[in-house]
């Protein structure tokens, strides 16, 4: 009977079904609707003694998840440190880190081949691109605004601008105001991570792996013009190696 891990991110949290080293079934309920929670419990026959390991970038709603937990099964374990996790971060202050994106970085050390960087790519509400040396050490990345979030900044922070939906299929060029909203975000994030691929190729000049992640993964993986591992699976791999550490 394995573990039960969870990633509490900014719109949606994932549940992880897990093996002794393997996620093998994921769940995206939402982070706020104790209901769908209860659901999915029935839905995966969860019990009592399975144990369940949280981590995430909202502290207050993974706390809110931890005590709904507490009261249905009898070990509940927090991830709220980045001293906790099984991995070497050269930077500064290594708290001040995203915990998602260091998990990242420790699934990815399980999966990369031997003395091989990696590119970690996480596209949810935010974009974040990070890189991993070929020792296994967190070096570090750049974070900007998803598909989503730019939209809504766009028509939030301007007087006319809609709010659009993504389109994967946009064109250029845009031949109205909306169309050329959805052109200029889809190439802006599909764009931005290639940059950021190449500038970390010409920083770090070796052989390196890009895996990605995250709700948009499979919008991104479509356009990104390189090879590719696409993982959906692997901050919960990252919080499930974390718990194998300690």
Known sequence: MGPIVVDVGNTRMKW???????????ASLPPDDPNAWDAQWRAWKIERVQPWILAGVHPAR?????????????????????????????????????????????AANRRRQENVA??????????TVD???????FRGGAIFPGFGL????????????PLVPLDEAATLPGTSTGPAIQAGILHAVIGGI?????????RF???FEVFLTGGDAG??????????????????????HSRAAR
């Open 62 to 106: 993974r706390d809110e998840l931890a005590t709904w937990l507490k009261a249905r099964c009898d070990r509940v374990e927090l991830l709220t440190s980045n001293s906790q996790l099984p991995i070497r971060v050269d930077l500064e202050n290594s708290e001040a880190v995203g915990i998602d994106r260091l998990l990242n970085a420790v």
């Open 205 to 207: 000049p070796t052989a």
């Open 131 to 137: 890189y991993v040396d070929c020792a296994g050490v």
């Open 16 to 26: 992880g079904l897990c093996s002794s080293d393997l996620v093998w079934s994921v």
């Open 219 to 240: 919008v991104i993986a479509a356009k990104l013009h390189r090879s590719k591992d696409v993982w959906p699976e692997m901050t919960l791999e990252g919080i499930l």
């Open 194 to 202: 290639e940059r950021l691929i190449n500038e970390f190729q010409h």
């Open 118 to 127: 990696a590119i970690l790519i996480d596209a949810g509400s935010a974009v």
């Open 150 to 161: 730019m939209a809504k900044a766009l028509h939030a922070y301007t007087a006319l601008l």
